[in-house]
């Protein structure tokens, strides 16, 4: 088991056969150590793709992001799910459904933070149905950007995120890939990673 492996064992708690809560180090409360562990896991991946920013979502990718930009040395965007006062300027935007909760919502970052110069390193905190991957992915084409690939925490790989992406040619990179898991346990697709 890698370390994130065990840190879902220990903490996680499985609300239903496909919904995972972890409160306690990623989606609520944030372990500072841990998030930079698995921020680093990350970057190390992507650390000879030349890089050259990071985009996330609010709220819960903004922490592996920022670890990840702080190894890669890179500027982190989050795309905004509501419209902010502040965000005045010159918007991308897309939808992402969520079926978390079961509501559609419109993304969007400002154009003058990512263009077409920039190699994107996509990350998020779970990839399940990948809508919010593929949300942040159109953001990232409407900018006429090259995407690198994603970094994902955890990957509910019974759900169908990652072949959604696959099969758009992208390269994913999670660092738990969750197999099956009920109120018996959680299983995982084997990884490198210890
Ligand atoms: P997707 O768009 O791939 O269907 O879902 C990804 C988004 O939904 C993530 O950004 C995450 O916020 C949320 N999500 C999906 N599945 C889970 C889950 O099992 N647990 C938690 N905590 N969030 C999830």
Redesign the pocket.
């Known amino acids: 088991m890698n370390f994130l492996e065990k840190k879902i064992c220990d903490e996680g708690v499985v609300l239903s056969s496909?919904?995972?809560?972890?409160d306690s180090f990623l989606?609520h409360q944030i372990d500072p150590e841990f998030m930079q562990q698995i921020g680093r896991e990350i970057a190390n991946r992507f650390q000879s793709e030349g890089i050259t920013k990071i985009v996330t979502?609010e709220s819960?990718?903004i922490a592996p992001a920022v670890f990840a930009g702080l190894e890669l040395k890179v500027p982190v965007l989050f795309a905004r799910k509501k419209k902010s006062l502040t965000l005045t300027e010159d918007l991308l935007t897309s939808t992402?459904y969520?079926?978390?909760k079961q509501e559609k919502n419109g993304i969007s970052v400002s154009k003058k933070f990512v263009q077409s110069g920039d190699n994107v390193l996509i990350i998020?905190?779970?990839?399940?149905?990948?809508?919010?991957?593929l949300g942040l992915a159109d953001l990232v084409t409407k900018a006429d950007a090259h995407i690198a690939g994603f970094g994902i925490v955890i990957e509910?790989s019974f759900q169908v995120?990652r072949r959604k992406l696959e099969e758009e040619g992208y390269r994913v990179e999670s660092i738990a890939r969750v197999k099956e898991m009920s109120t018996n346990g959680i299983s995982f697709i084997q990884s490198e990673v210890m």
Do not use: M, Q, Y
């Open positions: 496909t919904v995972l809560k972890v989606n979502i819960s990718g992402v969520s079926f978390t998020d905190d779970f990839l399940a149905h990948g809508e919010a991957a509910k995120g």
